[in-house]
């Protein structure tokens, strides 16, 4: 029992991070205006992301619009597109897989082929989680470069957004998730590969005493 509530445990740390990787996809966050130097006070924000920019008035109101060329977009760009729909996509399926062999469920008779199911299904977890880290890190590097770079001028310098913590956060539940999944699996097969072995009980015979052929 304990074994299925920390893969019940991990299972939900997956899901919540897939959510969170898929919102992180959608905001306009990833990078936002650096408020320094003549840019202290403003009229606008600049918000850019991976589908599009949006420009924040001081007055409240917001204007967004969607890239109009996707082979014009920069190199980092066009990788978070990529990186981040295949991991919403294997999220989905790494679902599904752990699902089918969780030990709550009864898809597949318990044994090895359904611990090695789960194994798989929280390996795509922990994958996941490492292909969502490379453009947040590609992102985050450019960012910090040009910010420091005192050949940008202030005016195109950026900051991190909160897209990219939300898809930080959403990394290390991704990764958690699919270790806990990965581990009680590993754990229940150890379990199950050892047979208990029962004696037969020891009957006295007609005399009175036991039979040798009992003894083991």
């Known amino acids: 029992m304990a074994s299925a509530a920390v893969e019940i445990l991990g299972l939900g740390l997956g899901i919540l991070g897939w959510v969170g990787v898929i919102l ?21 924000t600049i918000w850019e992301g991976l589908w599009m920019n949006c420009v924040v008035q ?30 919403a996509l294997l999220g989905l399926v790494a679902l599904m897989v752990t699902v089918v062999g969780a030990q709550c469920t009864n898809c597949i008779r318990p044994g090895k082929m359904k611990s090695r199911i789960v194994i798989a299904g929280g390996t795509i977890y922990i994958l996941c989680g490492v292909l969502v880290l490379v453009p947040l890190c590609w992102f985050a590097n450019i960012v ?6 005192p050949s940008v001028p202030p005016s195109q310098k950026r900051e991190i957004g909160a897209a990219l913590y939300i898809g930080w956060a959403a990394t290390a539940l991704l990764l958690f998730g699919g270790c806990l999944i990965c581990c009680c ?15 037969a009980p020891r009957r006295p015979t007609s005399s009175g005493e036991y039979d040798k052929k009992n003894y083991v």
């Open 24 to 44: 992180a996809c959608g905001l306009p966050m990833w990078q936002v205006s650096a408020f320094i130097d003549v840019n202290i006070v403003v009229a606008q």
């Open 58 to 87: 001081s007055t409240g109101q917001m204007q967004c619009k969607v890239y109009d060329s996707i082979l014009a977009l920069r190199p980092e760009v066009q990788a978070g597109r990529a990186l981040t729909v295949i991991v």
């Open 144 to 149: 910090i470069s040009d910010f420091y770079d």
């Open 185 to 199: 699996s590993c754990l229940q097969r150890d379990e199950t590969s050892f047979p208990v072995k029962y004696s």
